[in-house]
């Protein structure tokens, strides 16, 4: 009978606990920072506190869990949630997110990878986070601005509801199912260009 090599299994479940599944993870945490900057990073430092999900971050990244942090994020998520409901802030708020949230996407997908050393960690956030966030938070401005241009921006409140949803869901579906993450992203790109493209349609009218 011949004999398994457990090595080769157990490197393979090394893999995917110290880079794939960060990854994957990294990348649904970016998208939704991509769409609103301070829920997502407060539901990871949320998860990590408590011991959720089987979350745990990476030893630079800590400070998430503490309870200054908590509280900052906190409020932040609540002041973003509320502003991006108003007009004309809520256009300011996606363009300040060209800088914001692109560095909460680094920060988000770097914190995941626990089981590297801090600088590969600060690295591998840069290299997935950022362009992630980065753009979704441009097709969500693109959308936003269409709908000002088309609605008088009357519709900009609707959006930024199905956008919190949205990030909500994105963060729980990469907490259950990393796995699924890849096929989310296709999903929301779609959604996100007919949605652009519905609104740009009165317009041309």
């Known amino acids: 009978m011949p004999e398994i090599d457990l090595s080769v299994l157990t490197g393979a479940d090394s893999t995917w606990a110290v880079w794939i599944l ?37 030893a630079q990244m800590a400070w998430l869990t503490s309870d200054a942090a908590m509280m900052a994020l906190g409020i932040a998520a609540v002041v973003e ?25 680094a920060v988000a997908a770097g914190s995941v990878f626990a089981g590297v050393d801090p600088t590969t960690a600060a690295v591998a956030g840069v290299i997935i986070g950022a362009p992630t966030a980065l753009a979704f938070n441009a097709a969500q401005g693109g959308a936003r601005l269409t ?10 409140p609707v959006l930024s509801f199905l956008e919190d949803v949205l990030a909500f869901f994105t963060v729980i579906l990469a907490f259950l199912a990393p ?27």
Do not use: H, Q, W
């Open 22 to 58: 960060p990854v994957l993870l990294g990348l649904g945490l970016a998208s939704a920072t991509g769409l609103r900057t301070f829920l997502p990073l407060l539901m990871l430092a949320g998860a990590a506190r408590f011991g959720l999900f089987g979350i745990d971050l990476n």
């Open 81 to 105: 949630f509320t502003g991006d409901k108003i007009p004309v802030v809520d256009n300011a708020l996606s363009t300040l997110g060209l800088i914001t949230r692109p560095v909460a996407g």
């Open 147 to 156: 709908s000002t241009a088309t609605t008088g921006g009357l519709g900009n």
């Open 179 to 205: 796995i699924l993450v890849p096929v989310l992203l296709i999903v929301l790109a779609v959604v996100v260009f007919r949605l652009a493209r519905r609104l740009r349609t009165p317009r041309a009218a």
